[in-house]
């Protein structure tokens, strides 16, 4: 655990350990199934300590845990918990937490798979969800029963970028012994503290901003507290979660990196953000950072920066003009997850998946995520898409 307090040299330093390595920098990929033991009592050591020890494979090797050791200090909690995706990370957090005959509040802007997970393995299992609206705050206290025992964050929401009261939400969770889960993907654990704000479980799909290169599949839950931990980790094993050692270590070679990067995406993104917010064909931009997305106090109070997605809604265009603005785009490429280093764009429309708020715009959405280009060739390019939206190309 690095002493530093500044969190970029933390991101730099935390969960490396050369001296154990032979002075190489990066912690090596331990490759394993099998570990052997030379006798019957050193076996039984290694399974009594089987979550802080090499012991078997599933549960974790020296590369899972350099990397769970700098989550878990990026975010500020406990300990950390690797697992195989991003949505792996959510819906073992809540597996963990809930049992047959329980009440899950989920946030009605969380991200779609999230949502299905709800309403299929979660509803067979016997588990309730109820949707709450994002800007609900202290008013969640109204929608809680005797049986609610998780309320599902995640803020901002999944591309309408609305930012929750989390402290007004954990205040009142608290008080009725309930868990307050977090997707805090969007702020990377960088932007975001949630444990300063009563979150009492983090999830985040480390796919995005730590892999930095849209080249793997990770997540990662992180505890506030050691009991919340374990509890993860005993049903994480119980369950068979396992990551492989070459994933965690591009993982952690991501995140050396993620303070730099960050700091492009969100200039780049507040660049393209403003210049869209003077254009004709846009009405509104969904970004924390600017006074038309819901929340924006509540960013301003909370977080201490923005990261690369955000979303514009455009004035009345038909699906046929979007498509003519999309298909012709030079850099900013189509294709879902985001927190790489290139630029995408993609349609979306939250009227057909929300259920506990009615989604109202003025036209077309369009969620952008914001590369490492230069940012004047990105906004040439969406120039010329206008062009082709409003006919003239
Ligand atoms: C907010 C959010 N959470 C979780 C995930 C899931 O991550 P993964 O793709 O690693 O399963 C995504 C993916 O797009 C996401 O946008």
């Given at each position: ?11 730099v ?43 078997y ?119 009725h ?22 979150v ?71 660049t ?15 970004h ?50 985001w ?36 940012v ?18």
């Open positions: 655990m690095s002493k530093a307090k500044s969190p970029d040299t933390r991101i330093h935390t969960g490396s350990d050369p001296k154990s390595y032979k002075g190489v920098v990066n912690p090596p990929v331990y490759r394993a199934s099998t570990v052997l033991f030379p006798t019957v009592q050193a076996m039984k050591d290694a399974e009594k300590n089987k979550f802080d020890t090499t012991f494979g599933v549960h974790g090797m020296p590369t899972q845990f350099a990397l769970e050791e700098a989550m878990a200090d990026l975010e500020g909690g406990y300990r950390a918990v690797s697992v195989s995706s991003g949505l792996a990370a959510i819906t073992t957090a809540l597996i963990t937490f809930l049992q047959t005959g329980d009440h899950l509040l989920m946030v009605d802007t969380t991200y779609g798979p999230t949502r299905n997970f709800c309403n299929t393995a979660l509803k067979r299992f016997g588990v309730e969800t109820t949707y709450y609206d994002p800007m609900i705050g202290a008013g969640i206290a109204e929608l809680i029963k005797p049986e609610t025992k998780v309320i599902f964050t995640e803020s901002p929401g999944s591309d309408t970028f609305e930012i929750q009261d989390l402290p007004a939400i954990a205040e009142v969770a608290h008080q012994d309930i868990k307050v889960i977090l997707d805090n993907t969007w702020s990377a654990g960088y932007y975001f503290k949630p444990f300063e704000y009563g009492d479980i983090s999830v985040q799909a480390t796919t995005k901003y730590q892999a930095g290169h849209a080249d793997l599949v990770l997540g990662h839950i992180i505890a506030k507290t050691e009991k919340d931990w374990r509890k993860i980790k005993v049903n994480v094993a119980t369950i068979g979660q396992a990551v492989s050692p070459d994933v965690c270590y591009l993982g952690l070679r991501g995140l050396r990196t993620l303070s730099v990067r960050l700091e492009q995406h969100q200039e780049s993104a507040l393209l953000a403003r210049w869209l917010d003077e254009r004709p064909e846009v009405d509104t931009i969904l924390p950072a600017f006074p038309s997305c819901p929340g924006h106090d509540i960013w301003q109070r909370d977080f201490t920066g923005s990261s690369g997605l955000f979303s514009v809604v455009l004035n009345d265009y038909s699906e046929s003009q979007v498509t003519a603005m999309l298909d012709g785009m030079d850099y900013f490429a189509m294709g879902y997850s927190g790489g280093f290139e630029s995408l764009i993609v349609p979306s429309d939250p009227a057909t998946i929300r259920s506990a708020t009615k989604w109202k715009a003025a036209g077309p959405m369009l969620r952008l995520h914001a590369g490492q280009e230069d004047d060739d990105l906004i040439a390019d969406l120039e010329r898409g206008f062009d082709r939206l409003n006919g003239r190309a």
